[in-house]
């Protein structure tokens, strides 16, 4: 099977083919797995982390891609969930060990031998893949394989993170940063939150243009003043200074939720910025998610179907994954990016 593969730690700014094509034996499920034939997978500001070095695979070479759509070509011995055929998706949770006080409780987003799509295990950037079949989960027919793939990241790790803000409706929240992640949480807040307002900080004038299109209450550059302080802040930058943005913006008690697996180090001396009176006084709270679980990954799908959410995407052909990673590290276009490695089935 053709796959790209990670094959070392690289400056996307100075590599322009950081993955290498590669013909690989096609994988054979092993207990509990299932194989899949694969037609989509969203491209993630996540690969470009494991590219630099933020959060590396923990070998090489690694297939990269955690926002996989599949056809189930074969199912391995013990599992009974899943058919043959069957349209599946697999997001960033691989695995956890199902007995730790986390796992017990849900929680196996925590789990300490947490493992993740496409950087501690093989994923999507590839013809096939197999996965266990407990961490897959049924793709609605309302999407196409496409479209329904960054729902399984950007939409689910956005899903989790909103949670966590403890939004209630009526109070404002503001987006800092306005990607892949957050033009779905502005979606979900619109539907789920009808009286709260949302306020968009975005250094891209293509994004604030976007947040607008998309029905942002306000839209500003990340130092602009806002009409008002809100209760919680989502920042799914990569990048520190938003962080000291944000919290200027927070009411008293406010939670800014950091949704990001990794930070840069370019622009960490802002840190040294802070002030405790006009940044941390007054209970304000900074909490970051982490990983998402498998439970995550099912509401959000199916609440994305009930909306209904349809994401704005780039597709690229399946020969074009450098040239899709460089455009995301170069904000190119707005959306989600999403490439295609195969045609489903037809009958």
Known sequence: ?????????????????????????KPEPRDGEVLLRVLTCGICHTELDEIEGRTPPNTFP????????????????????????QRLGVAWIYSACGSCVYCKRGEENLCSVFRATGRDADGGYAEYMVVPEQFTVIIPEVFD??????????GAVGYRTLQLTQLQNGQSIGLMGFGASAHLVLKMVLHAYSDSRVLVFARNPE????????GAFWIGDID??????????????????????????????GRLVINAIRKEEAD????????????LWMEKEIKSVANVTHTDVEAFV??????????????YMFHDANRALHDLKHKKKRGSKVLRVSMPTTD
């Open 1 to 25: 099977m053709k796959a790209w593969e990670i094959t070392e730690i690289t400056d996307l700014q100075t590599n322009s083919e950081p993955l290498n094509q590669v013909e690989r034996t």
């Open 62 to 85: 690694r297939i990269p891609g955690h926002q996989v759509i599949g056809e189930v070509e074969a199912l391995g011995e013990g599992c009974c969930l899943r058919q043959k055929g």
């Open 145 to 154: 394989e496409a479209e329904a793939a960054p729902l399984l990241c950007a």
């Open 207 to 214: 994004e604030r243009k976007f947040a607008k299109q998309e």
């Open 224 to 253: 602009e003043e806002p009409p008002e302080r809100v209760q919680a802040i989502i920042d799914t930058t990569p990048a520190w200074k938003p962080v000291l943005a944000s919290l200027n913006n927070l009411l008293p008690g």
């Open 268 to 279: 960490k001396h802002y840190l040294l910025y802070t002030d405790y009176d006009k940044h």
């Open 302 to 315: 199916q609440l994305a179907a009930e909306i209904p959410i349809h994401p704005i995407y780039e597709e």
